[in-house]
């Protein structure tokens, strides 16, 4: 039964909702004031309507959300999160609190509003700064910061506390696009000609990377188990992840798609299998020292490479040999957008690329698609002539035109 304390011209009613796991028991409240022009009577018969319409919610388990916002992240952390998300994602939402919390984490969940968010992402979109580099937040940035705050009520909506994610009416502007800085054909052939003389390790990891469109952490996650040397094939099937808690580690790969087989030409497999016998060579010549991971790329004693060494060699070449230097993902939007000027169907480009779905293949790479439909279209054209045809007009000596 709910029970109401008059406090000024407020009232408080409160409701039991029994007892926690420590014993404790549970009260959910709210205050309710009434308009200056309702007489006594109003005031009485309102209250009762709404003491009955505030217990009902507390028995439906609505109103179970007067906690503080904090307080239940970090119970979504140990519930959920830490459960059911990979654990780069993790620690990604971990590293988002540094901001959410001063905003809105002393706030109560059922009483954030989708203004509080709205002002909170507006702040970091004027005013945000990285902490590294105290350059502005990206778009994406702001982005996680949105997410994180969404998963944590939409966790809060599954477990019956709120009816409503205030999230889901909160806007973000969108930002320009900006070009993906990837290699031209020409410049990709240079860079492997450049390449040439390398020690085989690198030349192995980038020649892979251009011919697979794999991730970073899927070819350094690669053993050589994952090779059918018969039929030319390398599978992916976990990734290799690096987070200042646990160091190197095994991981899932993104989603259930990127886990996919892809066919090598002859020549990567006989690089591949130079390449094997270098590592063997090396595994014998160290002896005891070498750890058995089985992994395509490792450090000098067959543990697992660190995630930034193939960035870093790439970085140090380029300068080296006063080349342009792209990122590592470079490699992978190059194989994608050479797969689409080729004419190769977005399903297969996207399941090439370990994509979830073929939308998200026409979304990163729009630009590249637009640009391949354009070229289909010239292609028509030049095999077939669209303009009139033109009429042989012969004037006779009568004066009047004759078509011919």
């Known amino acids: ?58 028995f439906r388990g609505q109103v179970t959300a ?18 059911n998300l990979r654990h780069t994602t993790y620690e990604r939402m971990k590293q988002l609190t540094v901001r959410v919390y001063p905003a809105i984490g002393h706030l109560r969940l059922d009483k954030i509003t989708s203004r509080h968010i709205q002002q909170f992402i507006n702040d970091l979109v004027l005013n945000g700064k990285s902490f590294k580099t105290g350059k502005p937040l990206s778009r994406k940035t702001v ?39 990837i290699y031209t054909v020409e410049e990709m052939n240079e860079l492997f000609r450049l390449m040439q003389g390398e020690p085989l390790k690198y030349r192995v990891f980038f020649t892979l990377a251009v011919c697979s469109g794999f991730r970073r952490g899927e070819l350094l996650g690669l053993e050589w188990k994952d090779i059918d040397w018969e039929n030319c094939l390398i599978s992916v099937r976990r990734t ?29 497999m006989d690089m591949l299998r130079e390449y094997k016998a270098e590592q063997d060579n090396e595994r014998e ?83 590249e698609f637009q640009k391949a439909n354009a070229m289909a279209s010239e292609a028509i054209s030049d095999i077939i002539d669209f303009s009139a045809p033109k009429n042989n007009i012969d004037i006779s000596k009568s004066g009047n035109k004759k078509v011919v």
Not at 145 to 170: E, K, T
Not at 240 to 268: C, H, M, W
Not at 357 to 366: D, M, N, R
Request: hydrophobic share 30%; with cysteine.
């Open 1 to 58: 039964m709910a029970q109401v304390r008059k406090r000024g011209n407020t009232y408080q009613i409160r409701v039991s909702c029994g007892y926690d796991s420590k014993g404790k028991q549970v009260i959910q409240s709210m205050t309710w004031k009434p308009d200056s022009d309702m007489t006594p009577k109003q005031i009485d018969k309102e209250l009762t309507r709404q003491m009955v319409l505030f217990e009902e919610k507390c």
């Open 66 to 83: 007067n906690i503080k916002f904090e307080t239940f992240a970090n119970q979504w952390f140990d519930e959920y999160a830490q459960a």
């Open 143 to 181: 982005v996680h910061h949105l997410s994180f705050i969404s998963d944590v009520f939409s966790y809060a909506v599954r477990m019956g506390m709120l009816c409503d994610n205030p999230c889901s009416r909160v806007w973000i502007k969108q930002g320009e696009k900006k070009e993906k800085q």
């Open 240 to 268: 290799s992840n690096y987070s200042a808690d646990k160091g190197i580690y095994t991981d899932t790969t993104k989603t259930e798609k990127s886990k996919r087989t892809l066919k090598f030409p002859q020549a990567v």
């Open 285 to 367: 010549r160290i002896g005891s020292k070498w750890q058995d991971y089985d992994r395509l790329f490792v450090k000098w004693d067959g543990r697992p490479m660190n995630n930034n060494t193939p960035y870093f060699w790439l970085g140090e070449f380029c300068e080296k040999n006063n080349f342009p230097f792209r990122d590592i993902h470079s490699f992978r939007h190059f194989n994608a957008s050479v797969m689409i000027f080729k004419g190769i169907d977005v399903v297969s480009v996207s399941a090439s690329l370990g994509h979830s779905t073929p939308a998200t293949t026409t979304t990163i790479y729009c630009h």
